[in-house]
């Protein structure tokens, strides 16, 4: 079975998706986490987003999981991909094309003859179109900046301010959902949960009745 969770950065996608899947026992595959990694690998290696030769320098770029971290080339840069100069930057690499099928393929091989809950922007769109449940969040904006200042300053993030991280998140938004590349979209079949008064497990409580037809 293939859950997929699409939303907006903040509102809940990560959280969400990830308690799901221990309650269900479930994989849990975050592609917010995996842009990010490639957005850092691109970053430290100075390769542009419209790098003629992109496709060919990402063959470099391995991802693996260990215990919850997340491993780049066997590096652990599970902290590194949550600094601030990465989410300024991490919509641009992801609207490049070439990332998004790579990562696209990444994820599908993940989920071959598995059960598992997918999170991101275009999941039930675009990476798992046939996904058995469609979910997408979406919460208000200041709501949005405040859990994301919250879990930055929770990850020991330093100099970081608050009306940044809703610039950021407005921008994030309005590039996710004009991108040329599989744009950010509330699927036809997906089911909506606004999230601004919800906690994480009412957000869970509430995918898990609807699955299980409550």
Do not use: W
Request: charged share 35%; aromatic share 6%; glycine share 4%.
């Amino acid at each position: 079975m293939i859950i997929a969770i699409d939303g907006t950065s903040g509102s809940g996608k990560s959280t969400t998706a990830k308690r799901l899947s221990e309650e269900l026992n479930f994989l849990h595959i975050d592609s917010g986490s995996l842009y990010r990694v490639a957005t850092y690998f691109c970053i430290i290696n100075e390769i542009k987003s419209d790098d003629d030769n992109l496709e060919s320098k990402l063959d470099d770029m391995n991802i693996d999981f260990d215990d919850r971290k997340i491993l780049l080339n066997g590096k652990d840069i599970t902290s590194e991909i949550r600094e601030h100069y990465i989410s300024d930057s991490v919509s641009d690499f992801s609207s490049n094309v070439i990332i998004r099928n790579k990562l696209s393929d990444f994820q599908k091989k993940l989920a071959k003859n598995r059960n598992a809950v997918v999170e991101g922007r275009d999941i039930a769109t675009h990476v798992f179109p046939s996904a058995d449940y469609k979910f997408y969040l979406s919460a208000d904006i200041e709501v949005r900046a405040k859990r994301r200042y919250k879990q930055m300053i929770e990850s020991d993030s330093q100099g970081i301010d608050k009306k940044d991280i809703l610039t950021n998140l407005i921008k994030r938004d309005q590039l996710d959902m004009n991108r040329e590349h599989s744009p950010l979209l509330k699927d036809k079949d997906a089911i909506e949960i606004n999230t601004t008064n919800l906690n994480i497990d009412e957000q869970v409580n509430l995918i898990i009745k609807t699955i299980n037809k409550e």
